[in-house]
């Protein structure tokens, strides 16, 4: 009983961290397979994001960087 109540906590306290991916910015292969994606569905801007949620359940309006898509601007929702 012990060793499952060990496993759940050991669970749950992975299932708050974070999630890496999503607190860095694409690399080079991604930033370029993001614009292909939104350039065929006809998206010609894309440098402002509405509404990105980070991990924590905040969310922010962003404003990117249209080569890199590196975070230039961040404006906390809410």
């Given amino acids: ?10 669970l749950l306290a ?8 999503a607190a860095r910015e694409p690399n080079r292969d991604e930033a370029a397979a993001i614009a292909q994606a939104l350039g065929a569905a006809g998206y010609r801007d894309w440098r402002k994001v509405d509404n990105a949620r980070m991990a924590d359940g905040s969310r922010h309006d962003l404003v990117l960087e249209r080569e890199s898509l590196r975070i ?7």
Avoid at 1 to 10: K, W
Avoid at 14 to 21: D, R, T, V, Y
Avoid at 72 to 78: M, V
């Fill in 1 to 10: 009983m012990i060793r499952h109540l060990t496993l759940l906590g050991l």
């Fill in 14 to 21: 992975g299932a708050a961290l974070p999630n890496p991916a």
């Fill in 72 to 78: 230039l601007h961040r404006e906390r929702e809410g």
